[in-house]
Nanobody
Framework: QLQLVESGGGLVQPGGSLRLSCAASGFTFSYYHIGWFRQAPGKEREGVSCISVSSAGSSTKYGNSVKGRFTISRDNAKNTVYLQMNSLKPEDTAVYYC??????????????????????WGQGTQVTVSS
C-alpha cells in the first residue's frame, strides 16, 4: 500500500524549532521528488520546500518565507524526508503535508513547489507556533 506519513508536529513557542519527518512506504522512494506543503486555516495550500531525487543531486528549493530558517533533507536508506524548522514564527502555523512526485529525466527532472504533479500525499501534521 502506497503511503506517506508525516510526524513531528506540535506546539512550539516563537523562535523555537521542530523537525518534521515524512516516512514513505509501498513505492520506490528514491525515484520520487518529495515536497513539503502547508495549509493555514482559510488559506490555500502552499509550497514550503522540496528536494529532488539523488540522481538530480538532491537539489532543494524553498519558499521565500522560510528561506534561511527551514532545511529539507532526505535519507533514501530510511525512506524518509525531514524538514528542520528553526526560528519558527506564528505565521508558520499550519497543517504540514508531504507529497511525492515521480522523477522523469525528460519531463520532471527537478522537484517543484507547486501542487500539480504530486502523485501521493500524506495526511498532514499540525504545527502551531504560539506563546
Amino acid at each position: 500500500q502506497l503511503q506517506l506519513v508525516e510526524s513531528g508536529g506540535g506546539l512550539v513557542q516563537p523562535g523555537g524549532s521542530l523537525r518534521l519527518s515524512c516516512a514513505a512506504s509501498g513505492f520506490t522512494f528514491s525515484y520520487y521528488h518529495i515536497g513539503w506543503f502547508r495549509q493555514a486555516p482559510g488559506k490555500e495550500r502552499e509550497g514550503v520546500s522540496c528536494i529532488s531525487v539523488s540522481s538530480a543531486g538532491s537539489s532543494t528549493k524553498y519558499g521565500n518565507s522560510v528561506k534561511g530558517r527551514f532545511t529539507i533533507s532526505r535519507d533514501n536508506a530510511k525512506n524518509t524526508v525531514y524538514l528542520q524548522m528553526n526560528s519558527l514564527k506564528p505565521e508558520d502555523t499550519a497543517v504540514y503535508y508531504c507529497a511525492a512526485e515521480f522523477f522523469s529525466r525528460t519531463t520532471q527532472p527537478m522537484c517543484r513547489m507547486t501542487l500539480e504533479g504530486y502523485d501521493y500525499w500524506g495526511q498532514g501534521t499540525q504545527v502551531t507556533v504560539s506563546s
